[in-house]
Nanobody, 121 residues
């Protein structure tokens, strides 16, 4: 069983920065893709940033140039550095990983518990 624990959310003023972390633990065999999603009240959950096992990244247009996703494979951890934050970035942010559980089970999706990010004056 794989568990994801998120940290780093909080309240920040517009223009400020936050760094989110998501650490995987449990029976870790191989983590493939990793990413961050967010969901604001009344909105659909959307992909914010993703990173492959090879280090390739992609971002939502709304965060390009402001957010940076990275991973530390030795620590089974993915990060999201958020700079120049805007009120519209306010949402619950969820970590996601694609994990290879074994030859029988194959690839599976795992989600963090969510962490609140609030950007307000």
């Amino acid at each position: 069983q794989v568990r994801l624990v998120e940290s780093g959310g909080g309240l920040v003023q517009p223009g400020g920065s936050l760094r989110l972390s998501c650490a995987a633990s449990g029976r870790i065999f191989h983590i493939n893709d990793m990413g961050w999603y967010r969901q604001a009240p009344g909105k659909q959950r959307e992909l914010v940033a993703g990173i492959t096992s090879g280090g390739s990244t992609n971002y939502a247009d709304s965060v390009k140039g402001r957010f940076t996703i990275s991973r530390d494979n030795a620590k089974n951890t993915v990060y999201l550095q958020m700079n120049s934050l805007k009120p519209e970035d306010t949402a619950v942010y969820y970590c996601h990983i694609e994990h290879f559980d074994g030859v029988v089970t194959g690839l599976n999706d795992y989600w963090g518990q969510g962490t609140q990010v609030t950007v307000s004056s």
